[in-house]
């Protein structure tokens, strides 16, 4: 029998509507919320530097700004479709929410695959999509940022053009520029750093002592290899890794018993996360399939790559000792199958909570921009750990006081924040 498919948008309004049933929301915000408020989808003609024209399909999604500006990444994959930027729109609205920062939720993509495209046809790409949106992004509208394979140097392509559109300088249009042009210190590691904020705080509520963890890896992009870099620093061992190979388009799993030397693995990755496969066997690691990394006898499992990899099809390989599955991807656990994670008793710290990290820095970038004057890193650490710490105690504290599910307490958290701000103005 053929995998089911599944919808990132049907499962983000699945998630909604559970738990809009459970605070019994009102019909109105209900419907307000469910839906993105505003999209838009365009074609971008692109010159090819081999003289060719090639037309790409652009998307921007807003779903809402009732809290503050839209803000979301954009993605760049030859998989991207409406339905997936919506639903992560949606994640978005939800994640600034629950780390309180004021902020709504958008997001971005082009159908396309950027490891085929050279250096001047990605800008001319991102040009082109800024000159589709310069009226409907800015600082005070929607404020895009990176995500999967798009980079600091397209954020400042899309700066430029944003910029030369309107006659003027608008840092604060985009973050996770470079650091140079008006990025943040610690935006890089941000996401990644969160999602181990997040993990080292759930196990000091489980009394687990983090020295003693071993933990398997969907990812080596950004947000991977930073959560990889800090968790092994903190004293954990990852053992599995899995990633994309880009020759054999295939992923395959990296594995080495007593623990990968992380900061070895990173120096033989390209920028879009593919290890050399070659390199790696020759530093000893065992090649495994790309799925084996779900099914590795770990304390805990880190998906940080794209949407569905846990579902009912995968979980059974999951192995009994895993105690925490911390979600540094967006939208990696399908709802079909958090009842079974619950069975199970693993405790989970919910996506939109544990990849917060990078949104909250991008909002300090925006801070910084907006007063000229920029913060040393240990500082933006600090207030992102500080953020990051505040809303995970909050979320683990209202799921053990009521008994919920890590995911139902943050998204109660979130929609109570966001119903009040359209109620407050007045929207419904
Ligand atoms: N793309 C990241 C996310 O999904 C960051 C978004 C941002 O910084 O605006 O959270």
Redesign the pocket.
């Known amino acids: 029998m053929a995998a089911k498919s599944y919808n990132a948008y049907h499962s983000a309004q699945k998630q909604f509507d559970d738990v809009a049933d459970k605070i019994n929301l009102d019909p109105a915000t209900r419907a307000l919320l469910r839906q993105p408020c505003r999209e838009y989808h365009f074609t971008i003609p692109v010159k090819m530097d081999d003289g060719s024209t090639q037309i790409f399909n652009g998307y921007r999604i807003q779903h809402n700004d009732a809290r503050g500006p839209a803000?979301?990444?954009i993605r760049f994959h030859p998989q991207e479709t409406a339905d997936t930027i919506r639903g992560l729109s949606m994640w978005?609205t939800w994640?600034c929410a629950v780390v309180d920062i004021p902020l709504g939720g958008g997001k971005g993509g082009i159908v396309c695959d950027p490891r085929t495209l050279s250096k001047s046809e990605q800008e001319r790409l991102c040009r082109g999509y800024v000159r589709q949106l310069s009226r409907a992004i800015g600082p005070n509208q929607d404020?895009p940022?990176?995500?999967v394979m798009t980079n600091a140097q397209h954020m400042l392509w899309m700066l430029d053009e944003y910029e030369t559109i309107h006659g003027a300088r608008y840092p604060g249009t985009i973050?996770?520029k470079p650091v140079s042009m008006g990025g943040s210190l610690g935006r890089t590691e941000a996401?990644g750093y969160g999602v181990i904020y997040n993990l080292r705080e759930a196990l000091a509520a489980m009394k687990i002592d983090i020295t003693k963890t071993t933990a398997s890896l969907q990812g080596f992009g950004n947000v991977a290899e930073h959560a990889a870099r800090l968790y092994t620093q903190l004293g954990g061992t990852i053992i599995a890794v899995s990633c994309w190979d880009n020759k054999d388009k295939k992923a395959y799993t990296y594995r080495k018993k007593d623990g990968l030397d992380i900061v070895a693995l990173a120096g033989i990755k390209d920028s879009f996360g593919s290890i050399d496969k070659q390199k790696a066997l020759e530093m000893g690691c065992e090649l495994l399939d790309g799925g084996a990394w779900l099914a590795q006898e770990v304390d805990i499992l880190l998906p940080c790559a794209l949407e569905n990899q846990l579902t009912p099809d995968t979980f059974p390989a999951v192995s009994p000792a895993v105690k925490v599955i911390c979600e540094g991807a967006?939208g990696p656990t399908t709802p079909d199958c958090d009842r079974l994670i619950q069975e199970r008793g693993i405790y989970l710290i919910p996506d939109f909570l544990c990849?917060?990290g990078?949104?909250t820095c991008?909002y300090f970038e925006q801070v910084q921009c907006n007063m000229n004057y920029f913060w040393p890193k240990e500082e933006v650490l600090e207030k992102l750990d500080y953020k990051l710490t505040s809303a995970f105690h909050a979320v683990h504290n209202l799921a053990a006081e009521k008994g919920l599910y890590m995911r139902d307490a943050a998204y109660i958290i979130a929609i109570n924040r966001v119903a009040e701000a359209v109620k407050l103005r007045g929207w419904v």
Do not use: C, F, R, Y
Request: net charge positive.
């Open positions: 803000k979301g990444g978005m994640k404020v940022a990176p995500d973050t996770g996401t967006n990849n917060a990078g949104v991008s």
